[in-house]
């Protein structure tokens, strides 16, 4: 196989495992009634006019499956925290003790439970959508090694081997996603 063909699997390889990387990610951000650090990710202050998230501005932890504690570095930032969490609408009430933020994890209501699998489907999507963009994107710079001499056999394998690789990820999102519905269904 040539240089060119390995180069381009290899990269449609890379590509769609960032595509699950982020898939993951963006999973981990809905919650499944359980309390985590992640269900704060992306949640950000103005600290000394620099927009900086806020594990970067405290130290959190989840005592139990139904708590968040935020303990700011710099007890000024405090107000701010509580602030950024409400304006970030994740439906959480932050009780601010003086010296920490703490946020009782409400249970999850059936209905919330299922706008959660559709916002869990829809990141499967997206992800799905990426992998077929690199697919895409693969596919045409193997026509292009076709026009450039590569010969005709090779360039239908490395096709075949693309599809293949695009199979395989497109089952990684689908079994991502079954077990986050599972996870989000379970009370």
């Known amino acids: ?13 890379e590509g769609m495992n960032l595509a699950i990387l982020h898939l993951e990610k963006e999973l981990q951000k809905l919650r499944a009634g359980k309390a985590s650090a992640q269900m704060l990710d992306g949640v950000r202050i103005d600290y000394y006019g620099v927009s900086t998230p806020i594990d970067q501005t405290a130290n959190i932890s989840t005592p139990d499956a139904r708590q968040i504690i935020i303990q700011p570095w710099d007890k000024s930032v405090l107000g701010l925290i509580d602030k950024a969490i409400q304006a970030a609408n994740l ?49 045409e710079t193997a026509k292009k090694l076709k026009k450039d001499g590569i010969p005709e056999d090779e360039v239908d394998k490395l096709e075949l081997d693309i599809q293949k690789l695009t199979d395989d990820y497109i089952t990684r999102v689908d079994k991502l996603f079954d077990i986050k519905e599972k996870d989000i269904m379970t009370v």
């Open 1 to 13: 196989m040539s240089d060119e063909i390995e180069f381009t699997l290899d990269e449609a390889n």
């Open 91 to 139: 439906g959480f009430n932050p009780k601010n003790e003086g010296e920490i933020l703490r946020i009782t994890v409400p249970p999850l209501t059936e209905e919330r439970r299922r706008d959660l699998v559709k916002k869990a489907k829809a990141e499967a999507e997206n992800g799905k959508i990426s992998i077929r963009n690199i697919r895409r994107i693969a596919n």
